[in-house]
Structure formats: structure tokens, C-alpha cells
């Protein structure tokens, strides 16, 4: 293995490994830090964690355990791969975590650009951009676990760091490779560990992946990953064989506990022509709504294709919230679905489509799966997956801000595929 990924959630794994593939890596995705040997024939490898909302002492432990395996299969550099969105906490965990992978690689700096240019994420002046807003005023700034209410990026992961946080503005990355280079080089000299980079095109995310090909760690969103395989090809060091995948066939269903302002769209375009089931997260934590009613329900629409999902709006989650607590909701809800998927994955479904990041950790965990294959793009970020559960088994793992409003017909058509 060349190139090894430790990522903060399992849609962001899957986005990752999918730009990794792309690239013209052998790449496979695991869960969890591995206990053995990777593969043979695997190139790039990345890990799925579930790290974003915990305790930064724990996040920072689990990070260290993951890329402390990357390194033992021979990884070259390590990625530390978060949300487009930077989604965090003041008190992290990107910071802690990346200092402490900085700490862990023995190297000086690190690039930290969450750009993804394909979902309109982008990094100008230090400020970060969902479409043509800044990031506390695109929707992010409601975020149940991790509003977004200032878009300087600096400033931010400032508040989560103990040194100081540098920065290389768009001019600089635009002037050559040299240019950009020397002015990260300045930035660890004057003891700015990480390094905050502009970046706004694809054309940006490659030129910062030829200035960091010597960088053990570089940290971002999916798109810092663009050119890093090039730099491995350009040494003669890629095989150029892709891994072959199973195809899947069977029953689908869809499952989405995001309730960002793009799952709700993209839920309601499903539920235009697809039985839908709402789980409302006040009837879920009173016992109104429960695994055995959903599983039923689930079993009633089997061979439809159906959709289960707690997708709403964030006022009425906020309420449930302020009646039963924040953290004990979200853990309802992860458990319900995580749950329901391995109830119905025992039944016969072989096709699971999963909406939101942190839903997406509770499937990937309930299922028991090591490691997933990387199928064709379903859309920018979200790959179709492979695994093997009694049999092949094909999964998507959107995060919830992620693809067009017709993203679940989409994937329900193109997961399981190669």
C-alpha cells in the first residue's frame, strides 16, 4: 500500500476512495483500523471512522490507531480526510486530530483545504464557500452536532489548535509550483503547523497535490486527493490494474437520516413514486414508532424498492432535541437504523442506499462489514460499494448534503455495480 487515508466518516471514506479510484488507484475502503495484512494489490487504502462528533481525546485515539495500520502496510503519506463543509466543533476534532497525526509522522506541516469545486465547496481568503454562500449561511450554521457559524476557516480550526494557523491565498497557489511550494515551506518555518490553503478549481486541488508530494501527512475534503496519484504514477510506482468487483442483484431499499435541505428534497423526488415510511424522532424516542412496526413495514413493500427515513425539518428536530436531549436523539436514530439494515439485510436485501454520515456509520457498524470495493460514481463524492456478507452485498454512502434531487433513483439503479 503507497497511500493510506484515515477519514472522520463513512460517506466521507466513500468519497474519498471514489476521487482515489478515479485517479487510477488500486483503492479499497476499511472500517475501523485493520488488525492484518491489507490485501495484495491494494494501493491506496482508506479507513472509515466515526470520529466527527465524539470526544476529541477519542477521536484523536482512533485516528492514531487507524494510521498507525496504514503505516505498518507500507503507506508512503497519510491523508486525514474531513467534511467539505469542515464540519467541527470549537473545540475540534479536526485540530487535535491533525496536530496529533503531525506529531505521530514526525513532519513539520500540513496543508488543511477542504475544497470539493464538483459540490460547489470552495476556498477563497481563507473563508470557506457552499455555492455562492458562505458556509454559516448555507444551511450548515443549523447543523444538529456541528453548526457551522464562521466560515474563516483560520479562525476556526484556530480555536481547536495550540499553535497557530498559517495561510497561502489563492495568488500564490496560482503562481506556480515553485511559488506555492516556498510559501507552505514559509509557513512551517515560522512554527504554522497547518496551513490553511485557498483553492477554488480543480486546477487549484492538483497543483497543491504536486506541491505536497513529499508531505507525509496533507489534510482536506476528497478533493485534496486529485493529484496525489500522479504522483505515484509518476515514478513508476502504479500498477494500473483496477480491482474487479462482484455484481449484485436483489431487492433495494433506501434509508436516509440525514435532514439536511438536500435530503429533504431528494426523499420527497423518491416518495413521488416509492412507498415511503417516516420516522419521526419524537414517535421513535416515546415508543410510537419501533424496529418491529418498520421491519413490518419494510417486509409489506420488499420488492418496491421502498424508503425509511427521519428526514425533517431542523425545527422540528431541534424540538425533539430540547425534549429528550440532543445526544440521546441522535443515538436513537443511528441505532434504529443501523438496526433496520441488518434486519433487512438478514431478510434478503442486497441493495442498502444509505442518506447522512452518521446514519451511514450506524449501517456500515450494525452490518459488521471490514472493508468495502469501489464501484462506478454515482455522483461527484458517492461511489457505488461492494462487500461480502453472505454473499455480495452493494451499498451507497452519501453524505446528506450530497447529489441532485433524483440521487436515490439513481443509486437504487447503479449500486452493487462495477
Known amino acids: 500500500m503507497l497511500l493510506g487515508a484515515v477519514a472522520d466518516d463513512f460517506t466521507g471514506a466513500s468519497d474519498l476512495a471514489n476521487t ?11 472500517v475501523g483500523a485493520g488488525t492484518g495484512a491489507a490485501p495484495a494489490g491494494c494501493e491506496a487504502g482508506v479507513v472509515a471512522l466515526k470520529t466527527r462528533s465524539i470526544a476529541p481525546a477519542e477521536a484523536v485515539r482512533q485516528s492514531l490507531d487507524a494510521a498507525r495500520w496504514l503505516l505498518a502496510q507500507g503507506c508512503e503519506q497519510i491523508i486525514f480526510k474531513y467534511c467539505s463543509t469542515f464540519d467541527s466543533t470549537p473545540e475540534g476534532n479536526i485540530g487535535p486530530v491533525a496536530e496529533a497525526l503531525l506529531d505521530l509522522l514526525g513532519t513539520g506541516v500540513a496543508v488543511v483545504c477542504p475544497v470539493f469545486p464538483a459540490a460547489g465547496r470552495r476556498l477563497f481568503m481563507g473563508h470557506l464557500f457552499v455555492g455562492d454562500r458562505l458556509l454559516s449561511e448555507s444551511g450548515m450554521e443549523k447543523h444538529p452536532l456541528t453548526p457551522m457559524t464562521d466560515p474563516d476557516i483560520r479562525r476556526w480550526l484556530r ?3 495550540r499553535g497557530e494557523v498559517g495561510h497561502v491565498p489563492l495568488d500564490t497557489v496560482r503562481a506556480g509550483g515553485a511559488a506555492l511550494a516556498a510559501a507552505i515551506d514559509a509557513e512551517a518555518a515560522a512554527a504554522r503547523r497547518l496551513v490553511v490553503t485557498d483553492a477554488v478549481a480543480d486546477q487549484d486541488l492538483l497543483a497543491i497535490g504536486a506541491a505536497v508530494a513529499g508531505h507525509r501527512l496533507v489534510t482536506g475534503g476528497s478533493g485534496i486527493a486529485l493529484g496525489l496519484p500522479q504522483n505515484f504514477r509518476a515514478k513508476g510506482r502504479l500498477s494500473g490494474e483496477p480491482m474487479t468487483l462482484p455484481a449484485v442483484h436483489g431487492p433495494a431499499i433506501v434509508l436516509c437520516g440525514s435532514c439536511s435541505s438536500a435530503s429533504q428534497a431528494q426523499v420527497a423526488a423518491y416518495r413521488a413514486d416509492r412507498p415511503g415510511l417516516a420516522v419521526d424522532p419524537a414517535e ?7 424496529l418491529g412496526r418498520a421491519v413490518e413495514w419494510v417486509r409489506s413493500h420488499a420488492g418496491e424498492a421502498p424508503i425509511v427515513y427521519s428526514t425533517a425539518a431542523p425545527d422540528a428536530v431541534r424540538e425533539a432535541q430540547k425534549q429528550f436531549g440532543r445526544e440521546a436523539v441522535a443515538a436513537a436514530i443511528e441505532t434504529f437504523f443501523g438496526d433496520l439494515a441488518r434486519t433487512v439485510a438478514e431478510d434478503g436485501m442486497k441493495r442498502i442506499v444509505v442518506g447522512g454520515g452518521e446514519t451511514s456509520g450506524a449501517v456500515v457498524e450494525a452490518l459488521g462489514l471490514r472493508s468495502l470495493q469501489i464501484g462506478s460514481e454515482i455522483a461527484p463524492g458517492v461511489p457505488a460499494l461492494v462487500t461480502e456478507r453472505g454473499g455480495p452485498l452493494g451499498l451507497a454512502l452519501k453524505s446528506g448534503n450530497f447529489g441532485g434531487a433524483d440521487f436515490f433513483a439513481k443509486a437504487v439503479g447503479q449500486v452493487g455495480t462495477a
Open 20 to 30: 482515489l479510484a478515479r485517479g487510477g488507484m488500486a483503492t479499497m475502503q476499511f
Open 159 to 161: 480555536r481547536q489548535t
Open 284 to 290: 421513535l424516542m416515546d415508543g410510537r414508532m419501533t
